[in-house]
Nanobody, 118 residues
Framework: QAQFVQSGGGLSEPGGSLRLSCAAS?????????LGWYRQAPGKEREVVAS???????NYADFVQGRFTISRDNAKKAVYLQMNNLKPEDTAVYYC???????????WGQGTQVTVSS
């Protein structure tokens, strides 16, 4: 059974950078997953931050456009989120997510705390 395990995140000052990683295991068809990063701040609903489809086309939420970059490495079975120019409002728990062929509920990573504070 496929699993996604996250790493990275932590504490950053405003204007700083962090990188999140999400590695898949238990699957030989990682290239067939549509992937995304979501976040959930306290008291708020989970929201999509960025996504990248099987063809490698990225999409971004307006609030991170130009600051965050999503990428995937199918050989390493991993998806990344490079976060630059971080703002306090980026503070949240970040989750990676993958859907095989874009179908079903998909698989979630365990979540990683990102805190942006001076």
């Amino acid at each position: 059974q496929a699993q996604f395990v996250q790493s990275g995140g932590g504490l950053s000052e405003p204007g700083g950078s962090l990188r999140l990683s999400c590695a898949a295991s238990g699957t030989d068809v990682f290239m067939a997953y549509d992937l995304g990063w979501y976040r959930q701040a306290p008291g708020k609903e989970r929201e999509v931050v960025a996504s990248i489809n099987r063809g490698g086309t990225p999409n971004y939420a307006d609030f991170v456009q130009g600051r965050f970059t999503i990428s995937r490495d199918n050989a390493k079975k991993a998806v990344y989120l490079q976060m630059n120019n971080l703002k306090p409002e980026d503070t949240a728990v970040y989750y990676c997510h993958g859907k095989y062929l874009g179908l079903g509920r998909g698989i979630w990573g365990q979540g990683t705390q990102v805190t942006v504070s001076s």
